[in-house]
């Protein structure tokens, strides 16, 4: 299994940025996928979670509104648009996949919200 997460930076407050999360060595369609954050000192945070086809996404209240999980299964990449960006939404964040009740995670990819 492999995650590898890219399109994070430097964003203004208010501003965007798009995450996506390159998945190999799994049926990627047979699984929901994850993303998660961890800021500075703070533990590990769930951020969405996508079911296996799209269809339906579950978001953490602290990105409700802003944030939107999607999935393209003909390409193995799940994304994360970031919208309305807080300084609070700095963090690494990482791509997640839970099978046979193990957690694979991606190397994460730094996101700074900053003016």
């Known amino acids: 299994v492999q995650l590898v997460e890219s399109g994070g930076g430097l964003a203004q407050p208010g501003g965007s940025l798009r995450l996506s999360c390159a998945a190999s060595g799994f049926t990627f369609n047979s699984y929901a996928m994850s993303w998660y954050r961890q800021a500075p000192g703070k533990e590990r945070e769930l951020v969405l979670i996508i079911t296996s086809s799209g269809g339906n996404t579950n978001y953490a209240d602290s990105v409700k509104g802003r944030f939107i999980g999607s999935r393209d299964n003909a390409k193995n990449t799940v994304h994360l648009r970031m919208n309305s960006l807080k300084p609070e939404d700095t963090a690494v964040y990482y791509c997640?996949?839970?099978?046979?009740?193990?957690?694979?995670w991606g190397q994460g990819t730094q996101v700074t919200v900053s003016s």
């Open positions: 997640n996949v839970r099978m046979y009740r193990r957690d694979y």
